[in-house]
């Protein structure tokens, strides 16, 4: 039997105002969702401020412990975009006004007659020795430097990016999953699930509740990297449910005889 694939990855989102509420953010699902599709974990999301020290302090927690390091936001012409600053700061080089990133943008505003202004000089400044990530949407490029993936804020922009990103990847088992819906809420179903958890620890079994009028249930998803497994740990969960509502059936059956 081949062994398994795991391949990590972390975001990290920087920006004020997504901590102030002012701008919801839109990149992590759909980071999530094709980072999914595509056999890579994503373990962990960080959220800090435009503070220096702050995405330097996350970056480097987070490159050292996954495969793969994502981050969006700060990379613009204003002077609160200083992601570039941090990242060559985390890993020790210089931030500075990349050639070919110069040549890009001072293109692209001749073409639109507009003036290649110094705020948005600043778009070209990246950490010595990155490698570029196409921007088709806006040009100003991200950048790649040891396993961190640098991309815009900007919803449109930053989708556009990783679709230039993923191809580029290494790729791990993808995971799997079954959704189970069951009519009865967290509170009945708690004791048995964690069994059947502990009985399929090559599973992992969520259970999500819901509350639609004046009754709860829960929807139970199990995820894995075997389909086996998978389908074993669901035939316990589905049987988990029958004997509940069999338990229930009887009980309403004796209240009604008494």
């Not at 435009?50 to 936001?73: C, H, M, P, Q, W």
């Not at 040009?139 to 449109?156: D, E």
Request: net charge negative.
């Amino acid at each position: 039997m081949s062994q398994d694939i795991v391949v990590t990855a972390a975001m990290l989102a920087i920006g004020d105002e997504l901590l102030s509420g002012r701008t919801k953010d839109k990149n992590i699902g759909h980071l999530a969702d094709l980072l999914t599709l595509s056999g890579i974990d994503l373990k962990e999301v960080r959220i800090v401020a435009d503070d220096e020290e702050a995405i330097v302090e996350a970056l480097n927690a987070l490159r050292g412990k996954y495969d793969y390091v994502f981050t969006s936001g700060g990379i613009g012409p204003t002077h609160d975009d200083i992601t570039a600053d941090a990242i060559s700061k985390a890993f020790g080089v210089p931030c500075e006004y990349d050639e070919a990133a110069m040549t890009l943008l001072a293109e692209m505003y001749r073409r639109r007659e507009m003036e290649f202004t110094e705020a948005r000089q600043r778009m070209a400044r990246m950490p010595r020795g990155a490698v570029h990530i196409a921007n088709p949407v806006s040009t100003a490029p991200g950048f790649i430097i040891g396993n961190v993936h640098v991309m815009a804020g900007v919803p449109q922009v930053f989708q556009a990016m990783v679709d230039n990103v993923l191809p580029m990847l290494r790729t791990g088992t993808p995971v799997l999953s079954l959704a189970i819906a069951c009519p009865y809420g967290e509170g009945e179903i708690g004791t048995p699930l964690t069994a059947i958890q502990k009985a399929h620890p090559d599973t992992s079994i969520g259970s999500y509740p819901r509350y639609i009028g004046q009754k709860f249930s829960t929807e139970i998803v199990v995820r894995g990297r075997s389909q086996a497994a998978i389908d074993a740990a669901g035939a316990e969960v589905q049987a988990m449910i029958d004997a509940i509502r069999q338990r229930k059936d009887i009980a309403e059956n004796h209240s009604a005889e008494a």
